[in-house]
């Protein structure tokens, strides 16, 4: 038994390819270091969800699509309860994307990959007592995701920084969410039904649930001089570094190369805090040669998540919602599979040993762990 399926082959794909030895990420043809800074989040949707429906897709209808589609679930925003207000903002997201309806067909998937865009911002001005701003059809969903979070246009260094998040996070192998993904979709669940799950999955902090708590432990370090002495002591408690480590990257992962060029590239625009980035370089520096002191067999570098809680904080967004903003670009990669799976695949039943007693076997039930 392959213990946490490492290793374990279960789907074949198109859509993404991670190389771990290599660094490398090839999303449906292209290498990430082609895709991050030049495509935008509507280039991504055709790349990966091409070919998986009916309809002949194209960069036009794309754009008219998510744009329309953003204006109309803007209405579930009515749906907002109470209860809602007060979750944290990713169960809220998934609480309000449980009123839209499910189907495997390609308006249902826009609807989706709209719907995360809208919610997101809708919630967090909501849960800060601010009005909802309504979705503009006319702009790009970067440019209008980050208008109805802060009410004021962003500028193209922004919109730019946003795209390069969601291209460099819209697909990845089967990691956690993306094979739930898979499996609800192989029951022929709708794709709604998938999206949901896969979004409880990445919500656990050792999958999406990262880059809130790599911002807490930058904000404790505080300042480069405190970074080694924060760092062992937090090792020696045996607490994990969140932001660093990876089951299948054995070097650095390449897209936390892509983040924090697009950070880079914020800075030169002035809307990023330098200081706070150099602190991060300092942390990232001395974390790497201590794991590698403390495990010299186990490479452990910085993942995606690192590099993602400072850019998605230099778009203003609040750290509670960066797993929320991850759904927003990881939704279009959950789809593509979820599609590739109903199509070509199988229903997705493994089996396990059984360990417990046998009914002839003198016996008392005894807990679990
Ligand atoms: N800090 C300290 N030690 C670590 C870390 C870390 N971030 N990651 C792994 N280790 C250690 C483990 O304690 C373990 O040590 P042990 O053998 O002495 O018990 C050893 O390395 C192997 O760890 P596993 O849990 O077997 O590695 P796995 O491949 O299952 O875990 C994971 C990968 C979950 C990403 C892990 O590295 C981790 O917890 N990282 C921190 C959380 C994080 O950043 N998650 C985001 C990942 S990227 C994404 O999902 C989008």
């Not at 309504?134 to 962003?154: C, E, H």
């Not at 599979?337 to 089996?351: D, F, K, S, T």
């Amino acid at each position: 038994m392959k213990n946490g399926l490492e290793d374990v082959v279960a789907a074949e794909t198109v859509l993404s390819d991670v190389d771990g030895e290599a660094g490398q990420l090839i999303i449906r043809g292209a290498s990430l270091d082609d895709l991050a800074g030049s495509a935008t989040f509507e280039d991504t949707v055709l790349r990966l969800w091409d070919g998986f429906f009916e309809e002949p897709m194209s960069a036009a209808m794309v754009n008219t699509a998510l744009g329309r589609a953003r204006a109309e679930v803007f209405a579930h925003i009515g749906a907002v309860d109470e209860a809602m207000l007060s979750m944290p903002p990713v169960d809220a997201l998934r609480a309000l994307l449980a009123r839209l309806p499910d189907g495997d067909d390609l308006p249902t998937a826009v609807r989706l990959a709209a719907a995360t865009a809208v919610f997101l911002p809708a919630l967090l001005r909501l849960q800060q007592d601010l009005l909802p701003i309504a979705p503009d059809a006319t702009l790009s969903q970067a440019a209008d995701t980050l208008r109805m979070l802060t009410g004021t246009t962003p500028c193209p260094a922004q919109v730019a920084a946003l795209d390069a998040y969601l291209v460099t996070i819209c697909d990845h192998g089967l990691n956690a969410s993306t094979f739930t993904s898979r499996v609800v979709a192989s029951t022929g669940a709708g794709l709604a039904s998938a999206v949901l799950a896969a979004l409880s999955a990445l919500k656990g902090p050792l999958h999406g649930g990262a880059p809130g708590p790599v911002l807490d432990m930058l904000d404790e370090i505080g300042t480069e001089s405190n970074a080694e002495t924060w760092l062992r002591e937090t090792l020696g408690r045996g607490e994990r570094l969140m932001g660093f480590g990876h089951r299948i990257y054995k070097v650095r992962d390449p897209r936390a190369d892509a983040l924090k060029a697009a950070l880079q590239r914020l800075a030169e625009e002035g809307t990023v805090s330098l200081s706070r980035v150099k602190l991060a370089e300092v942390v990232e520096r001395v974390a790497v040669a201590i794991l590698r002191e403390r495990k010299p067999d186990r490479r452990l570098d910085v993942n995606v998540e690192f590099y993602t809680a400072l850019l998605l904080d230099a778009l203003g967004f609040p750290r509670e919602s960066f797993t929320g903003v991850f759904a927003l670009g990881r939704t279009v990669g959950w789809i593509a599979h979820a599609r590739e799976q109903a199509m070509n695949g199988r229903l997705i039943r493994p089996r396990s040993v059984y360990v417990g007693p046998r009914p002839d076997q003198q016996h008392s039930l005894q807990r679990a762990v």
